[in-house]
């Protein structure tokens, strides 16, 4: 029935014993007897800020017996005001929180502080489970002595790094944060009982937050861009080295002290030599090896003799008449 519904409270139910109850042992009720009813097992507490702290103390009592019925007694919050402090939660919320718990067979409201006689045989309770450590309360060194006594105390383990204190202490110490956390959510600061400045400075700080998450989303998509850019960037170097090489090697092939280029240029001077030198004469002419010979000019017309002066004057005249003869044969 706990595992689809709450469990019912003590109002609301009867002990379901048929059998008459009698005293059990530890010992008995380890061996699973008597068989015709379960082993009624009683665990109480205030369960403010219901935790896995207080999951796991049930859990221990539901399991310490193969065959138990666990009931869960929930003091009222006079009692616990008067003898523990004030709770977070009140009666009501804690008694509901506890009728969700898969361990709980039965929720008993307003559980009295010191366990009677009257209350144990009202409710037919075998064994009562708590942690060993003495609580002191309500003028009493240890509030479980007598069960101790009387050989019906069973003890639990407590779940060490949690506890309803240390939860309070945690909001505590970090109340600035829940209360901004909570005007950021739509409460008041008279809900909150928080002054104006207070108020005011808590919602400054919100928006400086609020700016300080935008700053760190742009840093964060700025360093996934500039991750792109650089895988980009690898890639781009790659294929860059890639077609640097292969342009190095066709340079190479064509202008390389064996390349193409250089033996299309050579083959090209071979051909302006060739088409520049002058061609030889064949091997077979007479006139090879014989170094050529001027043939004597004809004498020009114009040609004078150079005269020697004249010895005397009659020479002298006499080669004036002769030339004088000379041009009347010409004419």
Not at 62 to 84: A, I, Q, R
Not at 87 to 112: G, K, S
Not at 262 to 278: D, G, H, Y
Request: charged share 30%; aromatic share 10%; hydrophobic share 30%.
């Amino acid at each position: 029935m706990t595992l689809s519904a709450p469990a019912p409270f003590a109002g609301e139910t009867s002990c379901q014993c048929k059998a008459p109850h009698e005293k059990l042992t530890i010992a008995q009720a380890r061996l699973g007897t008597p068989v015709d009813r379960p082993v009624r097992v009683y665990a109480d507490g205030i369960f403010d800020l219901f935790h896995a702290g207080h999951a796991r103390a049930l859990m221990q009592a539901k399991t310490l017996f193969p065959n138990s019925y666990l009931l869960v007694g929930v003091c009222s919050d006079d009692l616990t005001h008067k003898f523990k402090g004030f709770t977070v939660m009140n009666e009501a919320e804690r008694y509901e929180a506890l009728r969700h718990c898969r361990y709980v067979d039965e929720v008993i409201r307003d559980a009295p502080w010191t366990l009677t006689p009257e209350f144990l045989e009202k409710h037919k309770i075998d064994f009562v489970a708590h942690d060993d450590i003495p609580y002191s309360s309500a003028g009493s060194d240890d509030v479980y002595k007598h069960i101790k006594e009387a050989g019906m105390f069973v003890p639990t383990q407590r779940t060490e790094g949690i506890s309803t204190s240390d939860i309070i202490t945690r909001i505590v110490r970090d109340y600035d944060v829940y209360a901004r956390r909570n005007l950021q959510r739509g409460y008041t600061a008279k809900e909150l009982n928080v002054s104006f400045i207070n108020e005011k400075k808590y919602r400054f700080q919100n928006q400086v937050d609020k700016m300080k998450e935008k700053v760190k989303n742009v840093e964060e998509k700025s360093k996934e861009f500039v991750n792109r850019v650089e895988e980009k960037s690898h890639d781009l170097i790659q294929k860059w080295e890639e077609k640097s090489r292969e342009f190095i090697g066709n340079f190479l092939e064509l202008f390389g002290p064996d390349g193409a280029w250089k033996q299309m240029f050579q083959e090209r001077s071979n051909r302006m030599l060739q088409a520049l030198s002058p061609r030889q004469s064949p091997t077979s002419s007479p006139t090879r090896g014989r170094s050529p010979s001027r043939s004597p000019s004809p004498p020009s017309p114009w040609h004078f003799r150079k005269a020697s002066p004249p010895s005397s004057p009659k020479a002298a005249s006499a080669s004036i008449s002769s030339m004088s003869e000379g041009d009347e044969d010409e004419k």
